[in-house]
């Protein structure tokens, strides 16, 4: 590789990691990865759920942001590690706290956090019209 293709290079991830950081502030990226009208379908319990748990995402990711921004290439580090997470929990959070407050919810109170689903035994495996006992077609 030749110094100026590695230049155009860096320079690029250098352009992509400002673009990014400016786009976590973003409307329109907020709109793109979260359903605003989806918090309106939840009841205040699930809502407290999702506004707490994207909030402690937000808490998770901000320490993280700030040790690699900290770092050479920092910037490229959180567009590409970290900015769509972080910007998809804030608009995630502040859509439910909006949807909560419209709907009269007590957002300081305690909820459990939702417990995931039980993982599947095993791949699911495709019928792809093959016959279901040998011999027969």
Do not use: H
Not at 14 to 35: K, Y
Not at 39 to 54: A, G, I, K
Request: charged fraction near 25%; proline fraction near 7%; include cysteine.
């Amino acid at each position: 590789m030749t110094a100026d293709r590695a230049a155009i290079l860096a320079a690029s991830f250098v352009l992509a990691g400002l673009l990014a950081g400016c786009a976590a502030d973003s409307p329109v990226v907020e709109n793109l990865l979260v359903d605003p009208g989806f918090y309106d379908t939840l009841n205040c319990t699930d809502l407290v759920r999702e506004f707490q748990s994207n909030e402690n995402r937000v808490k998770e990711l901000t320490p993280l942001m700030e040790k690699s921004g900290a770092g050479a290439g920092g910037t490229v580090v959180n567009a590409l590690a970290y900015n769509t997470d972080y910007a998809k929990a804030r608009a995630a959070s502040k859509y439910a706290e909006a949807a909560a407050r419209r709907k009269g919810c007590n957002l300081a109170i305690k909820v459990e956090p939702k417990k995931p689903d039980a993982a599947p035994l095993g791949p699911a495996m495709p019928d792809f019209g093959t016959p279901k006992t040998p011999g027969r077609f």
